[in-house]
Nanobody
Framework: QVQLVESGGVAVQPGGALRLSCAAS????????MAWYRQAPGNERELVAR???????YYADSVKGRFTISRDNAKNTMYLQMNSLKPEDTADYVC????????WGQGTQVTVSS
């Protein structure tokens, strides 16, 4: 059974930083492209960042220079380091495995507000 479990979402003030984690089980993690998506109320889900098995990465323009995606294959875990957070980063952040995405987590809520 495949499981993707996100953690790390909290409320933070603008300009703050957070690190999200996505722990995977039931897959050969090192062989999968992994990604972070986000969805804010009333908005469509958008791809935030993606990391491939060779550690090549992709970032949405809206987060370039502020967010960093990484993976630790020994721990079957992917991370999203989010710096210089803005109110428009407020969303439910969900991780996925596969490209195109095959498996999805349940999400973790990030709220950026003063």
């Amino acid at each position: 059974q495949v499981q993707l479990v996100e953690s790390g979402g909290v409320a933070v003030q603008p300009g703050g930083a957070l690190r999200l984690s996505c722990a995977a089980s039931g897959i050969i993690f090192s062989k999968y492209a992994m990604a972070w998506y986000r969805q804010a109320p009333g908005n469509e889900r958008e791809l935030v960042a993606r990391i491939h098995p060779d550690s090549s990465t992709y970032y949405a323009d809206s987060v370039k220079g502020r967010f960093t995606i990484s993976r630790d294959n020994a721990k079957n875990t992917m991370y999203l380091q989010m710096n210089s957070l803005k109110p428009e980063d407020t969303a439910d952040y969900v991780c996925s495995a596969g490209w195109p995405a095959i498996y999805w987590g349940q999400g973790t809520q990030v709220t950026v507000s003063s």
